[in-house]
Structure formats: C-alpha cells, structure tokens
C-alpha cells in the first residue's frame, strides 16, 4: 500500500467546498489541511478537479453467480470504479437467488478478489424470491448482506412484507422495496400516457408503482419500522413519500439518473434501450423527482445498474428485457442535469450520491475528514464529453444516452488509498 498526496484540488465537503491537500496513508486520510507537505509515493496534482467522497451505489445488478454473460463481478467492478464508484450494493435477483449465506459469502469472496471496488451483497427477502417464505435474514447479515430485497420483484403479500420489516429491524437492516403492482402492469412495457397510445405500446399506470408505495408506507408507519423505496419515478411517489415522512414515517427513498434526465418521447424509437421498469415518465414527473431530490423527499441516486445481453434488448419492443447500463454514466448525468441546472448543490449531489447511502445502509464511508477511510473520487468538472457505450467496460452496452453531451469526467477512483482508476 503506497502514500498518495492529492495536492490543489476543490474538496467536496458536507457543508461547501474547500481547497485543501489530502495525505493518504495505509488506507485512511491522514491529514486533509492546506500546503500539505508529507513525501508521497505518488503525488496526484488535481489543479482545476474537485476531490469527492467515494461514490456509493446502494442499487446495482452485478449478474453473478447465473448471468455472467451479461455482467460479472470482475466486470462489475470495472465498471463501477470507472463510474467513480467506491461501494456497490448489489442486488440478489441472480441464478441461484442469493438468498442464503452461502451465496453471499461467494459475493464478497470474489469480488475481494477482484478487489476493485467494495461489494456489498443484498439479501434477498423471501427463499428464490418467490414472495412465500422468509430467507435466512440472520445468517445471510453474518456472512457480510447490507439490506434484504426481492428487486425485480416486489413482494406481493403485504403479511410477508411486514414480517420482513420487522425481522430486518431485529437484525439492524432495512428492506429495500421494488414497488410494483404486477396485476395492474398487466404486461405493460412503457409508461402509460400520451405516448403509449401514439407508439401503440401497452403502458404501465403510475398507479402501479403508487400503491405499493402506500402499502410500504402504511406498514412501515404502523409497524414504526424503517422502510426505503426503490427507484421513485412518478410525481404521485415523490409525494407519497414527501407527506409520509412530514408526519414521522421512517421512509426513505431513492431515484435514478434516467427519471430525472428523461421524458417518455422516447420510446418512440422502438429502441428497447428506453425500456426499464419503473418506466421513463412524463415531464410533470421528471420536475418532481428533481424537486424531490432538491427538497431530500428522495435521500439517494443510485443507477439500478441493469446490465443485459444485446440479444436481449435488440429485439422487438415488447419481447426486450427491462433495465439500463447505467453505472459508468450515473455521476456525469447528475451533475449534468442536477448541479449545473441548480436544482442542487455539489454538496447536495454528494451528500445523495455517498452519504446518505452510506447512512441509510450503515456502511463506512461517505465523507472526507482526517481519520476516514480513504475512498475517494476525483472529477473534472469542466469537461465536456459524449457518452460512448462502445467505451464502457460493462459488459452491458444498453443505454438510451448513446451519444449524449455531458459534463463531469472522473478522473481518478481510489479505494482504501488504492488507486483503482485513472482516466
Ligand atoms: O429495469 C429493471 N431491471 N428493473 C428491475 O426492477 C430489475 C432490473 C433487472 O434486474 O434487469
Ligand atoms: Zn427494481
Ligand atoms: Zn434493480
């Protein structure tokens, strides 16, 4: 492990930003102050580059153990870092289900092996995902699980729903909810609205994804329990959680890049890079994500990272797979269209991005101060680029934001004082 010195660098700090240098030592930051003279290894001059927290994705779909052909953990990672991510929480929809401890200890057994970015595993909350009975929550927490969740899937008894709050609880975890109404998607591919009826796709009612917000708030709030929704895309959902939290409900929430930066035109490609569930919404529905996000309605950005195979998004609309290669586009399209808009801060952008992920799951991490773990990101902020999917090392290539300009190029990934990319 070698000595880093960060040098003339903007750092990214809870309440504004500050130059000063910071010293890295045997994993931590050991001095963060102006003119900061310690002998390093390895000097990294970040003149003009703002210094984050290392970035933490609390939602991502790393594909292994079953899906390694669409991404894997060694991919994963690559990605991830690239991304200027430092910490994944990976979901456990893979093949077996990670839904005992088995599984997550093979999780974090490998991905210390790639050893690039931190892994966190994710429970799933019931055996296979099936919604019927409970999983080993305990035993799965000992072997190194983050949080439980059917992602993918939402859980469609509110009687198991309740038990697993309440079971996570006495194990210091949350649940994390896919928020979905199967029965009234009925097929559904695309938001419902306007736009459906023109591509002649069969839409998703925002209603699908409101009511079981509502449940998981109603259980949450009766239960006094912590509840955190996954993936807000509807207005409605902004202000479900808004008003719940007002009157004291233990609920938090996050939303993606994708529901805040577009609108359902999109779909009329027919290209299936568009197709995620939740849906892309409208525009009444991308204002409210970022005034929720403005307002911390929404604690969290996290990509919901869904890699796939192009087999299975280049086909018909309707026969595609659900889901967006998102990790190693995530911060550019949030400081592009959150920070430079002013909807927020940079210091609210990393509070959403790694703080409060870190909070909400207990993990370390999340802020720079002398004595913390040195995982770090360094950003320029000033370049402008175009997205490039033939650039990304995830092995899933699909993402509706081929092409687009962007701001914001992480130049450096360090994780424990390692220095994991440079771009
Ligand atoms: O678009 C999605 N893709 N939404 C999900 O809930 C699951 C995910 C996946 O696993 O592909
Ligand atoms: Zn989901
Ligand atoms: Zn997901």
């Keep these: 492990m070698s000595n880093i010195l960060i040098k003339n660098g903007t750092v990214v700090l809870a309440d504004g930003c500050a130059a ?13 102050a102006k003119a900061v003279q310690e002998k390093a290894d390895r000097v990294i001059d970040a003149t003009g580059l703002y210094v984050f927290p290392g970035l933490i994705d609390m939602h991502v779909h790393l594909r292994e153990p079953g899906f390694e052909y669409k991404e894997d953990i060694a991919s994963g990672s690559a990605a991830a870092v690239r991304g200027g991510f430092t910490q994944i929480c990976c979901m456990p929809n893979t093949q077996p289900v990670c839904d005992n401890a ?70 210091g975890m949350i ?6 109404d199967k029965d009234l998607v009925d097929g559904g591919v ?55 939290k007002a009157r004291g409900v233990r ?21 299936a890079n568009t197709k995620v569930n939740p849906p892309i919404r409208e525009r009444e529905d991308v204002e409210a994500i970022k005034l929720g996000l ?16 192009r087999d299975e998004k280049e086909v018909e609309y309707n026969l595609a797979a659900f889901g967006i290669s998102g990790i ?34 207990g993990l370390g991490g999340g802020a720079l101060r002398e004595g913390a773990v040195a995982d770090i990101m360094i950003a320029d902020l000033g370049e402008e680029y175009s997205i490039d999917s033939k650039q990304f090392v995830s092995k899933g290539k699909n993402t509706p934001f081929d092409g687009m300009r962007v701001y914001g190029k992480v130049k450096y990934t360090i994780v424990d004082g390692d220095i994991k990319y440079e771009g």
């Design 20 to 32: 000063c240098d910071l010293y890295l030592k045997d994993g931590k930051i050991v001095r963060m």
């Design 102 to 171: 088995a599984v997550v200890g093979y999780i974090v057994a490998r991905a210390k092996e790639v050893g690039l970015c931190k892994v966190r595993p994710i429970g799933a909350i019931t055996k296979g995902s099936q919604g019927e009975q409970l999983a080993e929550i305990g035993k799965m927490k000992d072997a190194g699980a983050v949080a439980i969740s059917d992602d993918g899937k939402p859980v469609v008894s509110a009687r198991i729903m309740r038990l697993a709050m309440e079971y996570a609880s006495d194990f």
């Design 175 to 180: 649940c994390l909810s896919h928020c979905e």
């Design 190 to 244: 695309v938001n419902e609205g306007y736009n459906s009826t023109l591509a002649g796709l069969k839409g998703i009612p925002r209603a699908a994804e409101e009511i079981m917000i509502a449940r998981e708030i109603l259980l949450a709030e009766t239960l006094n329990k912590r509840v955190h929704i996954c993936h807000v895309s509807t207005k409605g959902g902004v202000q479900l959680i808004r008003e719940a």
């Design 251 to 271: 609920v938090t929430a996050e939303t993606c890049p994708h529901y805040f930066t577009l609108i359902d035109d999109v779909i009329m490609s027919y290209d």
């Design 294 to 309: 403005q307002d911390g309605t929404l604690d969290c950005i996290v990509t919901d990272h869904a890699p796939h195979h």
């Design 328 to 361: 190693e586009t995530s911060f550019s399209l949030s400081y592009t269209n959150l920070v430079k808009t002013g909807v927020l801060t940079l210091e609210q952008l990393a509070e959403r991005m790694s703080a409060n992920p870190a909070s909400i799951l």
